[in-house]
C-alpha cells in the first residue's frame, strides 16, 4: 500500500487500499486530534464519501478503496480534526427521523427540539391545523411537523435567504414542499396582524451575550450567530415574538417554543401578558424546561 498525498503535511490522508485499512488509520487520525468518538466519526465519514450507510462500511471492510475516494475521506478528516461539527463535514442531520441538509447557514437541529416538535403534534387540536416556524433555519421543526401531520399545511420564515434555500431542498426531499410555503422576514412580521394560524412554532435565539463567551468552540466558529444569540438577557427575541404571535393565533391556538436553561419561567409570564394560557412546560432528557407551550383562549 502506499500513502496518497498528505496536503498541508497534517498526515491525515487514510492509507489507499481498503475500507478497514482506511477506517483504521482515520480513526488514529481523529483519535490524535482528541475528536470525541473518533472511530464512529471516521465511520460516518467514510460512509459520506462512499454514499452507502454506516452498515455497509462495517460489513465490507476488505471493499478497495479508489483513490479518489481516499483523497476525499482525508480532506473531511482534516476538516474533523479541525473542530468542524460532524453535521457540516457530512452535510447531513437526522431530525425526528428526517434526513434533513445541513450547511454553515443553518443551526444543526439539536435532540431536545425534537421535544417541540413531539408537543406540537400531541396538543394540537386539528387535524388540519395551519401552522407557522418562525426562524426556520433548516426547515427541521416545520418539515417534520407536516410529514407526521400530513393534512396540515402552513408557512416557514427566516430573516436569511440563505437559510431558507436550505429548508426549501429539504421540504422537496421530505415530500412536504407542496405543504410549506417559505418567506423571508423578521419574525411574523410578513404576516397581517390578525388570527390566522393553529400553531406557531418556534425555537428562536435564546443565548445572552455574556453566555455565548463560554459557547464551545465548534458552536461559536461555526454555527451561525444569528440563529444563537438574541441580546443581553436572552430573552429579546421572546418579548418581541409572543406579542405577535398572540395576534395571529386562532382562538384556541398553540404556541410552542424552545427555551434554554432558566427561561421557562419568565417566557410563560410574557405568554401570560400577552393573553394566552401556559399549558405545559416540558423538560427535556436532562430533565431541564424545554418547551413552553401556551394557548390562546377561545373567547
Given at each position: 500500500m502506499t500513502r496518497s498525498a498528505r496536503p498541508g503535511g497534517r498526515g491525515l490522508e487514510p492509507l489507499e487500499g481498503t475500507v478497514g485499512a482506511a477506517l483504521d488509520e482515520g480513526g488514529r487520525s481523529l483519535a490524535r486530534a482528541r475528536v470525541e468518538s473518533p472511530r464512529l466519526t471516521a465511520e460516518l465519514l467514510l460512509a459520506r464519501v462512499l454514499e452507502i450507510d454506516r452498515v455497509g462500511v462495517l460489513t465490507h471492510p476488505e471493499a478497495p478503496l479508489t483513490e479518489r475516494a481516499a483523497a476525499e475521506f482525508g480532506r473531511l478528516l482534516r476538516r474533523a480534526a479541525e473542530g468542524e461539527p460532524l453535521a457540516y463535514v457530512t452535510g447531513r442531520r437526522e431530525f425526528y427521523g428526517v434526513p434533513l441538509e445541513v450547511t454553515p447557514d443553518v443551526l444543526i437541529p439539536r435532540p431536545e427540539t425534537e421535544i417541540l416538535v413531539e408537543r406540537a403534534l400531541a396538543l394540537a387540536a386539528r387535524a388540519t391545523a395551519r401552522f407557522v416556524d418562525v426562524g426556520t433555519g433548516s426547515g427541521a421543526i416545520a418539515i417534520s411537523f407536516a410529514v407526521f401531520s400530513p393534512r396540515s399545511?402552513?408557512?416557514?420564515?427566516?430573516?436569511?435567504?440563505?437559510?431558507?434555500?436550505?429548508?426549501?431542498?429539504?421540504?422537496?426531499?421530505?415530500?412536504?414542499?407542496?405543504?410549506?410555503?417559505?418567506?423571508?422576514?423578521?419574525?411574523?412580521?410578513?404576516?397581517?396582524?390578525?388570527?390566522?394560524?393553529?400553531?406557531?412554532?418556534?425555537?428562536?435565539?435564546?443565548?445572552?451575550?455574556?453566555?455565548?463567551?463560554?459557547?464551545?468552540?465548534?458552536?461559536?466558529?461555526?454555527?451561525?450567530?444569528?440563529?444563537?444569540?438574541?441580546?443581553?438577557?436572552?430573552?429579546?427575541?421572546?418579548?418581541?415574538?409572543?406579542?405577535?404571535?398572540?395576534?395571529?393565533?386562532?382562538?384556541?391556538?398553540?404556541?410552542?417554543?424552545?427555551?434554554?436553561?432558566?427561561?421557562?419561567?419568565?417566557?410563560?409570564?410574557?405568554?401570560?401578558?400577552?393573553?394566552?394560557?401556559?399549558?405545559?412546560?416540558?423538560?427535556?432528557?436532562?430533565?431541564?424546561?424545554?418547551?413552553?407551550?401556551?394557548?390562546?383562549?377561545?373567547?
Open positions: 399545511s402552513g408557512w416557514a420564515t427566516d430573516v436569511s435567504r440563505q437559510a431558507l434555500g436550505v429548508a426549501r431542498r429539504n421540504a422537496a426531499a421530505a415530500g412536504a414542499a407542496g405543504r410549506i410555503a417559505f418567506a423571508a422576514g423578521d419574525l411574523l412580521g410578513f404576516f397581517a396582524e390578525r388570527p390566522a394560524f393553529d400553531l406557531v412554532l418556534a425555537n428562536p435565539p435564546y443565548i445572552s451575550a455574556p453566555e455565548a463567551a463560554s459557547l464551545p468552540r465548534a458552536v461559536a466558529a461555526y454555527e451561525p450567530a444569528v440563529a444563537l444569540i438574541a441580546g443581553d438577557s436572552g430573552l429579546e427575541i421572546f418579548r418581541r415574538l409572543i406579542p405577535q404571535a398572540a395576534a395571529r393565533l386562532r382562538p384556541d391556538g398553540l404556541l410552542l417554543l424552545e427555551v434554554g436553561m432558566g427561561q421557562a419561567d419568565p417566557v410563560a409570564g410574557l405568554a401570560c401578558a400577552a393573553g394566552l394560557r401556559v399549558e405545559e412546560i416540558a423538560r427535556d432528557l436532562q430533565g431541564i424546561p424545554r418547551c413552553v407551550a401556551s394557548r390562546k383562549l377561545d373567547l
